[in-house]
């Protein structure tokens, strides 16, 4: 059986056995299963989006269609990247919806066939075990590969919502 990828008009069949694209945040590496990605691309402004989560930057116009920015750091629990104007992104389709994954490099495509992969780590962290769908051993590291679905679910917890000026009000009246 094979899959096909969408891009732009011109479909692309896709390999059936796993191959995930090699992305970076921070020191660490990470694979992004290819049949979620469509394009990596640069990032100049970032529309924000008001009371989105923490992980949500904004929105992005990317070939005519609006794209939600996500902070992969955020998502993994790093911290925040330093100030810059020009931002790397991968564009990744998902339920139907285009997400741009806020990366701060992009190596290669990587065919995990000849990679078995091994089991996850248990002291990893368990929120970031929660959005790893396999955890392979490659030239000597240790490359997760997300599970797209898990990293774009975000929680409908309004603790992590920040405030609105109207609760801001309402919490200094009491």
Known sequence: MTQTLPL????????????????QCRDEWFGLPISHVYTVFHIETVTPVPLAPPEILGLVNLRG??????SL???????????QDDLLAVAVHHAGENYALLIDAVADVVDLESWRPIQSQPHVDPSRSALTREVYRMAGRTIPVLD?????????????????HAEHANRRQS
């Open 148 to 164: 797209v679905a898990a990293l774009l679910t975000f929680s409908s917890d309004d603790s992590r919502r920040p405030a609105s």
């Open 73 to 83: 750091r955020a998502r993994l629990g790093m911290p925040a990247a330093p100030k």
């Open 65 to 70: 269609q609006i794209v939600t920015v996500v």
């Open 8 to 23: 732009g008009t011109q479909t692309l069949p896709l390999p059936v056995h796993p191959v995930a694209l090699a992305i």
